[in-house]
């Protein structure tokens, strides 16, 4: 940073060797217009579109393939949402939320002429408005939650029986792999805590985080930001104290069914006292290429309507924390940023909303704590799994929520989407424990935080033991060799492991003469809701998704998967040798495919690196088995925060800090990411001369 006559810093943006945005303001709202206008230099399609997202106007630039998403975002009521949490914001926080928008406002017509995605498209950059960065917010965890589960659950109910929804009883398609653990520190021998990880969602093309660096006279805080959204809300390191997130896994999105009517021009929705009027209006959907469409927008006393059960003719609507509070608790950004202590941090979020999360907190003092952020409601235990009657007050909200509180951790502590005591009551479907145990044995062991991020082993679980069930005698010789080859493997998701390729080759086998069963045939009935939940809803994805579940209770609805397994396993020794598994988990950033320049560098990177793990490993870069091998979901940060040392510290993100493609930060990271590697955190002194950009 340059300096004014005082010998004071002066605000501006200085970047580090691999792009990384460093920014000084000299008070927050000043901070706050620097990070908005980093974000539009840096991210300007990827925050225009997520805008558009957020307000149903996607198809208007890229027409009717995204009218799906529209329609929901306007149903679902997303930028109402926005704009009445924003309203009930504090003041302080308001201005702070206002000043980041002037920022973005300040950067995009710059940020969008060095991105070839305005040029492919036609399209130019809007002007956000003071409550766009919680809809930027809303729309990257509206699906985040568990609704469509309950969704999937009614369906195979319907088709199955109640009995065999246990069979799928995992974490969902949108759910996180994600993990964080804290090894203790020793403040005696001056030597602080680590706290280490890495979320894993979908692996969009730019990067859901972005690695930033705040800086003003009240803090100075590293970590990732969401592009389009203020402060750290997930992950953070001031150099006194450090945070990060994991999904609790909790259950806080209802879905209820609703029984409509259409009286004298109005809507009436049933309800325990009779049918009372809905909220109802039309919005026209603007689609480039294609005549407006029309969407219905109806909210009954539970919430919005956002589909309706092809099968039932019943409407579904969702209840969610944010639209019930008018709260998504960006209230507690500001003092998450100005905390020095673990419990400075417990006490910020303490006004968490939605998304809820698993939290470790650690100080360079020693502290640890370990807590839940985020509001679950008190309500009938069968509101958890399936839509449920709206019109039954047994199913109402209390108006109360979970009490939790943080838990004082004294060694080693992991987070890992698992069921553990202090989530256990909060939800339904979390993580098979195997990954968190995992974790706690390559820490006992002293393996470093950086090792334990890419450990690619799978555990001995109950698919691997469907080969022990399988009779040789009964096998051809050459099934009969794969699985003596299978059962030796050491389990290692390894990219230049032909038995991980064998293995996997294997399991889509299985999966789709499973999804060929008589048994599981019901399945594939037409299907009950909007396209736009087929990720959660198609039968095949589901059964790859949940084959632990199902190998180990289909069972009990006539499956002999012992049969199955040995036909799928003959499969793949006729077909001859497999390729390495780094040939089959072929990286697959998701991204809207609108400009040739982007096009071609994913189908550059994707000759570039080779991924080892899977979905059950620490390094959990997922596929879809039975549906394809491509890895869509993975690490999307990695980061070891030093409390002894916050310059000790390390991170990395799949592509780089800028979303241009040409920049030379724009996929510079990606070989450090596939390799297990980690880079720097910027921590040099910002009071120090330099020009900033």
């Not at 945005?21 to 706050?32: C, F, I, K, S």
């Not at 941090?345 to 952020?373: I, K, T």
Request: include cysteine; charge should be neutral.
């Amino acid at each position: 940073m340059i300096h004014n006559t005082a010998g004071r810093p002066v605000s501006g943006i200085r970047r580090d060797a691999w792009g990384v945005p460093q920014l000084w303001g000299d008070t927050v709202e000043e901070l706050a217009r620097l990070q908005g206008r980093a974000a539009a230099l840096d991210r300007a399609w990827q925050i225009e579109v997520e805008r558009w997202r957020a307000e149903g106007r996607l198809a208007a630039r890229l027409g009717p393939a995204e009218l799906g998403w529209d329609r929901f975002a306007r149903r679902a009521r997303l930028a109402d949402t926005a704009a009445r949490c924003f309203r009930r914001l504090s003041p302080a926080t308001r201005r702070w939320v206002t000043a980041y928008v002037d920022g973005v406002n300040a950067g995009l017509a710059e940020g969008a002429a060095g991105a070839p995605e305005f040029a492919a498209t036609g399209c130019a950059p809007g002007r956000w408005r003071p409550w766009s960065p919680l809809g930027v917010f809303l729309v990257q965890h509206i699906l985040f939650g568990t609704f469509p589960n309950k969704l999937w659950r009614a369906h195979v109910e319907a088709t199955l029986g109640p009995a065999a929804t246990g069979l799928f009883a995992v974490e969902g398609p949108d759910g996180s792999g994600s993990n964080a653990w804290v090894v203790p520190g020793d403040p005696a021998a001056g030597r602080g805590p680590v706290l280490a990880g890495d979320p894993h969602r979908v692996l969009e093309l730019p990067g859901v985080y972005q690695q930033i660096r705040l800086a003003c006279p009240e803090f100075d805080v590293l970590g990732f930001a969401f592009p389009g959204v203020p402060g750290l809300p997930h992950f953070g390191h001031s150099g006194e104290v450090a945070w990060a997130v994991t999904n609790a896994m909790a259950d806080y999105q209802d879905v209820y069914r609703e029984h409509l009517r259409r009286e004298d021009g109005r809507v009436l929705v049933r309800d325990s006292d009779g049918w009372l009027p809905a909220r109802r209006h039309v919005e026209r959907i603007r689609v480039r290429g294609a005549a407006t469409e029309p969407v219905e927008v109806i909210e009954t006393p539970r919430g919005p309507v956002i589909d309706h059960d092809r099968h039932t003719g019943e409407a579904l609507s969702l209840r969610v924390p944010a639209r019930v509070e008018a709260d998504l608790g960006f209230d507690a950004l500001l003092p998450l940023l100005r905390a020095r202590t673990a419990d400075d941090v417990a006490e910020a979020l303490r006004g968490w909303v939605e998304p809820v999360n698993s939290v470790l907190v650690a100080d360079r003092h020693g502290a640890v704590r370990q807590l839940v952020a985020g509001l679950v409601p008190l309500r009938d235990d069968r509101c958890r799994w399936v839509p449920v009657p709206g019109w039954e007050p047994r199913y109402r909200w209390s108006g109360r929520y979970a009490e939790t509180k943080p838990v004082e951790v004294a060694g080693m502590a992991v987070c890992a989407n698992d069921r553990r005591d202090d989530v256990a009551d909060l939800g339904v479907d979390f993580a098979p424990p195997h990954r968190a145990a995992r974790i706690r044995d390559l820490l006992a062991a002293g393996v470093p935080s950086d090792a334990v991020h890419v450990d690619t082993r799978l555990a001995a679980g109950p698919l691997r033991a469907v080969l022990d069930r399988l009779d040789p005698a009964t096998l051809d010789p050459a099934t009969r060799a794969l699985r003596r080859r299978l059962r030796a493997w050491d389990g290692r998701m390894a990219a230049d492991s032909t038995d991980a390729g064998a293995w996997a080759a294997w399991r889509t086998a299985l999966v789709r003469r499973l999804h060929q069963h008589p048994r599981l045939r019901p399945l594939r009935a037409p299907a009950r809701y909007d396209e736009l939940f087929t990720p959660w809803t198609d039968p095949l994805a589901r059964l790859g998704h949940a084959l632990d579940g199902l190998v180990s209770g289909a069972h009990r609805i006539g499956v002999d998967v012992a049969a199955v397994a040995a036909a799928a396993l003959a499969e793949v020794a006729a077909a001859g040798p497999a390729p390495a598994w780094g040939a089959r988990h072929r990286l697959h950033p998701v991204h809207l495919g609108v400009a040739p320049d982007v096009d071609a560098a994913v189908t550059a990177m994707r000759e570039r690196v080779a991924l080892g793990g899977d979905t059950d490993c620490v390094l959990a870069t997922s596929s879809v088995p039975g549906v394809s091998d491509a890895c869509w979901r993975g690490p999307v940060a990695r980061y070891v925060w030093d409390l002894t040392d916050r310059s000790r510290s390390r991170w990395v993100v799949p592509f780089g800090a800028s979303g241009r493609p040409g920049d030379p930060h724009f996929d510079d990271q990606l070989p450090r990411w596939a390799a297990g590697e980690l880079i720097p955190v910027p921590d040099t002194d910002l009071t120090r001369e330099g020009d900033p950009s």
